[in-house]
């Protein structure tokens, strides 16, 4: 009996001592857990906007080093290359012109109205998966990173946030080329004002396109976070490297060479 009774007072101990040990490692993760989810997702997100900073920098003191802004003295020229009249061009030929370039036009209209809807359609679907009871995106136990309904609350929202600035900037991209369509289509509207005028509103909407395509880049970022704050920090960088190499021109001078040539 006594014996007995000390082998089980010893079992009680080590029970309880290993409990308040993995009590306080339990508590120790949780805390490393909302720490990294408080640095990481800061950090993927200062990447990004710094970026964008530097890139708004060279588009506004160097816009042709930037795809973007060569881009845009592409569709300059072809504007002003639509409604270019010579002495020996006739009526058809400048008509035939227009039909190509209204054409091209609608074309970049319908992609914009495209991108605009499937935005609007995944702004519904997240309220509807906010305001539902059970709205779970996969099992919590699968993210490493900060689990409380707040944080996936504010996951939530900015997803929404950036799926609803993606379609506001694809509405106004589609205005501006609606509104390209009506003057480059205006009978003799070739005089260089005129010229200008199409030029703005085409501009204006590939301005407003690349903003809607940066607003889904965002929206991936999020969307990855929800996968824990570690793959939403590497999407970041990874985006940011791709993004570099595509926004920023290396070959400006070859293909200045080519226009000349």
């Known amino acids: 009996m006594f014996v007995s009774s000390i082998i089980m007072v010893v079992i009680l101990y080590c029970h309880d001592f290993r409990s308040d040990d993995q009590k306080g490692l339990n508590e120790t993760m949780d805390f490393e857990k909302e720490y990294l989810d408080a640095v990481l997702v800061t950090a993927g997100l200062l990447f990004m906007f710094l970026y964008h900073l530097f890139l708004l920098y060279q588009y506004i003191h160097d816009a042709t080093k930037t795809s973007i802004g060569y881009e845009n003295k592409d569709k300059e020229t072809w504007v002003q290359k639509i ?14 012109n227009v039909s190509t370039g209204l054409s091209v036009i609608s074309s970049n209209t319908s992609a914009t109205m495209t991108l605009a809807s499937i935005s609007l359609t995944l702004c519904a679907v997240i309220g509807v998966w906010i305001a539902s009871s059970t709205n779970k995106f996969f099992p919590l136990e699968m993210v490493y990173g900060n689990t409380s309904e707040s944080i996936i609350s504010i996951k939530y929202l900015c997803l929404l946030s950036c799926f609803l600035l993606a379609f506001s900037f694809f509405v106004q991209s589609a205005r501006h080329f609606v509104h390209s369509n009506y003057l480059l289509s205006t009978p003799g509207a070739t005089k260089e004002e005129d010229v200008e005028k199409v030029q703005k509103a085409v501009e204006r909407g590939s301005i407003f396109w690349s903003l809607g395509l940066r607003a889904l880049y965002f929206a991936l970022n999020f969307l990855l976070w929800f ?20 926004d920023f021109r290396k070959d400006s ?8 040539g």
Not at 83 to 96: F, H, M, Q, R, S
Not at 253 to 260: A, C, I
């Open 227 to 246: 996968f824990g704050p570690i793959p939403m920090c590497a999407c970041s960088i990874v985006m940011v490297f791709v993004l570099y190499c595509h």
């Open 83 to 96: 409604l270019k009249v010579t002495e020996g061009t006739n009526d058809d030929a400048v008509g035939d």
């Open 253 to 260: 001078k070859q293909s200045d060479s080519r226009k000349k």
